[in-house]
């Protein structure tokens, strides 16, 4: 499991140590990445909340998007695993 955001290399550091977080975030600071996976919401430029499931080739088994709830995003994943 990585998560990736915008949000700055310090800050996920921080965000990872005072969650206790057991996975790795990755800075998207040119969001890059949000852009590939369709991320961003067009007219305001701000990143969506959407989490992927990747199968053992890397391909998406599963999309769950929610703006306002992290922890329905982990129990969608579990389910679709």
Do not use: C, W
Request: hydrophobic share 40%.
């Amino acid at each position: 499991m990585v998560g990736i955001s915008q949000d700055t290399i310090d800050s996920h550091h921080k965000f990872k140590k005072e969650n206790k977080l057991p996975f790795e975030l990755l800075s998207d600071s040119k969001g890059k990445i949000a852009k590939l996976y369709k991320a961003t919401i067009p007219v305001i430029g701000m990143n969506r909340r959407i989490t992927y499931l990747l199968d053992k080739e890397l391909k998406i088994k599963a999309v769950y998007e929610n703006m306002f709830s992290a922890d329905s995003h982990v129990k969608e994943m579990i389910a679709s695993m």
